[in-house]
């Protein structure tokens, strides 16, 4: 690991005491953690960092748990089964360390470059293309006037309604290892999409992962459609309602 890499983590892991501090007394963390509450009171405050050993203990032991939490608590649902995800895809900071987590915890390779549908997916691709250092690419319900050539995929929901996406040609080079980011899988259909514009354009979708699932049969059926790995950072139970979480 170069220093660079060791130092990312290590403040990473303060993110994560620190999120959890911020509900907890010292003694309470030092009892979550196992750490002492002067060690915690040190790394919370800035004046040392953890080890490199032991920054990646608390990022892959507390780091995906504390915050898959902080996500759970903050999603809405009204009275009509409708989900609000509003108060963590417009938190850039949250989804800046999620994604961090997020790639220590499922051990993404680097790909190169990160696609995702328009618009919620948008904010938590963009954090994971900046975790990686590589271009976020987005497919849009509508085409830019200015672009002379699209790759397009069509997925028929039910009769007589159809989804379409449509990715610039050149957003993608044949070969690419491409990692799909999305904030939000029910069905899986927008997932799919992606992965048929992926497959157009010739590229390799090495891992799909999702900021939150709604149960299993969405990403179960995401996984019948590619031979990559499938994950979802949290899940929320599936609805009673079979018209609840209209979201794909």
Same mark, same amino acid.
């Given at each position: 690991?170069?220093r660079? /890499?060791?130092t990312?983590? #290590?403040?990473?892991? %303060?993110?994560?005491?620190?999120? @959890? ?7 309470? @963390? *030092?009892? /979550? ?6 060690d915690l +009171?040190?790394?919370?405050n ?13 990022? /892959?032991? @507390? ?6 939490a ?6 809405e649902? +009204? !009275?009509?089964?409708y989900? =609000?995800n509003?108060?963590?895809?417009? =938190? #850039?900071?949250?989804?800046? @360390?999620v994604?961090? %987590? *997020?790639? !220590? ?6 790909? &190169? ?6 618009? &919620? ?9 900046r ?8 497919a849009k319900?509508?085409?830019e006037?200015?672009?002379? !050539?699209?790759?397009?995929?069509? #997925?028929?929901?039910?009769p007589g ?5 449509s990715?610039?040609a050149?957003?993608? =080079?044949?070969? =690419?290892?491409v990692?799909?980011?999305?904030d ?7 997932q #799919? ?5 992926a497959?157009?354009?010739g ?9 939150i699932?709604?149960? /299993?049969d ?26 609840m979480?209209?979201?794909t």
């Amino acid at each position: 690991m170069k220093r660079l /890499e060791k130092t990312t983590l #290590q403040l990473r892991a %303060v993110s994560v005491l620190r999120r @959890l501090k911020a509900s907890r007394t010292y003694d309470e @963390l *030092a009892a /979550e953690t196992g750490l002492s509450a002067s060690d915690l +009171n040190r790394y919370v405050n800035g004046h040392v960092l953890p080890g490199v050993e032991r920054a990646g203990e608390i990022v /892959e032991d @507390l780091g995906r748990a504390t915050l898959a939490a902080e996500i759970e608590s903050r999603i809405e649902r +009204n !009275e009509d089964g409708y989900v =609000d995800n509003t108060d963590v895809v417009f =938190d #850039q900071p949250l989804l800046d @360390l999620v994604a961090g %987590v *997020a790639a !220590e915890t499922f051990d993404f390779e680097r790909p &190169d470059a990160v696609l995702t549908a328009a618009t &919620d997916g948008i904010t938590i691709a963009g954090a994971m293309a900046r975790h990686f250092d590589v271009p976020v690419v987005y497919a849009k319900k509508s085409r830019e006037t200015g672009v002379s !050539e699209f790759i397009d995929a069509r #997925q028929r929901l039910t009769p007589g309604i159809e989804i379409t996406y449509s990715l610039p040609a050149s957003a993608l =080079d044949a070969g =690419d290892d491409v990692l799909l980011v999305d904030d939000f899988v029910r069905s899986g259909s927008t997932q #799919q999409l992606l992965l048929d514009l992926a497959d157009r354009a010739g590229a390799v979708v090495s891992s799909v992962f999702t900021l939150i699932a709604v149960g /299993e049969d969405g990403l179960d059926t995401v996984r019948e459609s590619t031979g990559a790995p499938v994950v979802a950072f949290t899940r929320l139970p599936e609805a009673s309602e079979p018209d609840m979480y209209p979201r794909t």
